[in-house]
């Protein structure tokens, strides 16, 4: 049998929305290819700090968020924002290890935009 992580990485690696992955000390630690062409005018970001890349009052939410994710094994996603730019609704999600500790928390978008491909 493959290694089930192959499967889960290719999944997010085909997703049209970015994906950016960060651990308990706010780190990115994987960006999928939608998320590296998205971001690509701040350069290579894995390493780097998401609270970086986002102003005081986000960077806040993210705490706060980070925090309710910790309360409860419960607390799994929660609606942050709507884009009406882009037309896109976005939560943040939290990775779970598998005693169910938090082990990192992700960035989900979902465009509500009808899809217009043949």
């Given at each position: 049998m493959q290694d089930i992580y192959l499967y889960f990485k290719s999944i997010v690696e085909q997703d049209r929305c970015a994906v950016v992955i960060c651990d308990m000390n706010d780190t990115i630690i994987y960006m999928n290819p939608a998320a590296k062409e998205r971001y690509k005018k701040?350069?290579?970001?894995i390493g780097k700090s998401i609270m970086d890349c986002h102003n005081e009052r986000s960077c806040q939410k993210i705490r706060e968020v980070v925090e309710w994710f910790k309360q409860s094994a419960e607390n799994n996603i929660i609606f942050t924002y709507h884009n009406p730019k882009e037309n896109k609704d976005v939560y943040m999600v939290a990775l779970?290890?598998?005693?169910?500790?938090?082990?990192?928390?992700?960035?989900?978008?979902e465009y509500r935009t009808s899809e217009n491909e043949k």
């Amino acid at each position: 049998m493959q290694d089930i992580y192959l499967y889960f990485k290719s999944i997010v690696e085909q997703d049209r929305c970015a994906v950016v992955i960060c651990d308990m000390n706010d780190t990115i630690i994987y960006m999928n290819p939608a998320a590296k062409e998205r971001y690509k005018k701040h350069g290579d970001l894995i390493g780097k700090s998401i609270m970086d890349c986002h102003n005081e009052r986000s960077c806040q939410k993210i705490r706060e968020v980070v925090e309710w994710f910790k309360q409860s094994a419960e607390n799994n996603i929660i609606f942050t924002y709507h884009n009406p730019k882009e037309n896109k609704d976005v939560y943040m999600v939290a990775l779970r290890g598998e005693n169910k500790e938090l082990i990192g928390y992700y960035e989900k978008h979902e465009y509500r935009t009808s899809e217009n491909e043949k």
